[in-house]
């Protein structure tokens, strides 16, 4: 899935390059917004609104979550420079992303495919390969729990309780924003491990969702975008064959 970035900056905000200069981020930090109205309450708009006010404390670049039932990307601070999202020194290699907190599983799961593709696309968009943070200071995606752990000059360690509350592992997270970078580079799928044929299905939920056709093993497919979807933990690709837009189980589409 495709998702278009609302560019919305605050005013005022203090500007530093990065260590590389301007533009030159090395990656990214994933972060969640530490709120504690988590029953839908949690939007861009409002995080936005408090980091307005706040931002010579901290600020990051990008808040994601949804507004009026729909997934928002909303970049509040330009790319470009560095922000106080966690520490000095990661401050001055990488861009911060923020997730909106929710209980509710609907909610988490459309801000959660968009925060994912932020992610990959921020990466896609410096040639930036995905790989996990080391204790060397290598690897371009980021928890704040690594940046504490490996860079220091902060305490936090989100994202990762609120992502175990929704079952994803930072593990799974890397894979997930790894996915979503190769279908960012290409827009083909090839149906792979499948016994003969993948089944379509019309919503990213093996469960509950209506069986629509099937593709052969090898066919070529159109690539729409990966998903997380429901009852899958490795996703959904969103695909278009013969006409029928559908869904197949991520482990049967390999991009080309
Ligand atoms: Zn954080």
Not at 23 to 44: I, K, L, Q, W
Not at 75 to 91: C, E
Not at 162 to 180: D, F, G, M, T
Request: aromatic residues 10%.
């Amino acid at each position: 899935m495709s998702y278009s970035i609302t560019k919305n900056f605050i005013p005022g905000l203090p500007t530093f390059p990065y260590r590389h200069g301007v533009g030159a981020y090395e990656g990214v930090v994933s972060h969640c917004t530490d709120s504690s109205n988590r029953s839908g309450g949690d939007t861009p708009s409002k995080e936005r609104a408090y980091e307005a006010r706040t931002f010579n404390q901290a600020f990051v670049h990008f808040f994601v979550g949804v507004e009026n039932g729909d997934a928002v990307i909303l970049q509040v601070a330009s790319t470009d420079y560095g922000a106080y999202g966690a520490g000095p020194v990661a401050n001055k290699r990488f861009v911060h992303v923020e997730l909106c907190m929710y209980d509710d599983e609907a909610l988490f799961s459309k801000a959660y495919d968009a925060y994912v593709y932020v992610l990959a696309k921020l990466l896609h968009d410096r040639k930036l390969d995905v790989t996990k943070a080391a204790a060397d200071g290598s690897g371009t995606l980021w928890s704040h729990k690594d940046v504490n752990k490996f860079l220091g000059g902060t305490t936090h360690e989100d994202p990762i309780a609120y992502l175990a509350e929704h079952n994803i592992s930072w593990n799974q997270h890397v894979k997930n924003v790894a996915s979503q970078y190769s279908s960012l580079t290409s827009n083909k799928l090839k149906i792979v491990s499948a016994a003969s044929a993948a089944i379509l299905m019309d919503g990213p939920d093996r469960q509950h969702a209506n069986n629509i056709g099937t593709v052969p093993l090898g066919t070529i497919v159109e690539n729409l975008g990966k998903v997380q979807g429901k009852n899958n933990k490795d996703g959904y690709y969103k695909i278009s064959y013969k006409g029928k837009t559908g869904y197949i189980t991520a482990r049967f589409g390999k991009p080309l």
